[in-house]
């Protein structure tokens, strides 16, 4: 089992950055690949970026890739997302999940995380 905490949303102007932050709980989280996904009011759930377990690969949606990263610190059991030049259309919930298996691959694919944050609200104003 996995229990996931997101902090570092808040509201800020475009332009500006956020650092997002997702502390996981349980002693397999070194070997468990994982994702960033965000919900925009009236929108699905969709994909923002995912890294391996290891930190070796990392995938962004096309609409965020040259302004946000993710990383991990897995001495700390905690996944980031560096977020900059912040447009008023990434505004959205933003939800850490976690892979269900040590080793998977890290994937875009929605339903292939078993275990999600409740989310952090990221408000960029115009």
């Known amino acids: 089992q996995v229990q996931l905490v997101e902090s570092g949303g808040g509201l800020v102007q475009a332009g500006g950055s956020l650092r997002l932050s997702c502390a996981a709980s349980?002693?397999?989280?070194?070997?468990?690949?994982m994702g960033w996904f965000r919900q925009a009011p009236g929108k699905e759930r969709e994909f923002v970026a995912a890294?391996?377990?290891?930190?070796?690969?990392?995938y962004n949606v096309n609409s965020v890739k040259g302004r946000f990263t993710i990383s991990r610190d897995n001495a700390k059991n905690t996944v980031y997302l560096e977020m900059n030049s912040l447009k008023p259309e990434d505004t959205a919930v933003y939800h850490c999940a976690a892979k269900g298996r040590p080793l998977e691959r890290a994937t875009t694919n929605i339903n292939e995380y078993n275990y999600w944050g409740h989310g952090t609200q990221v408000t960029v104003s115009s």
């Open positions: 349980g002693r397999t989280f070194s070997r468990i690949a």
């Open positions: 890294i391996s377990w290891s930190g070796v690969s990392t």
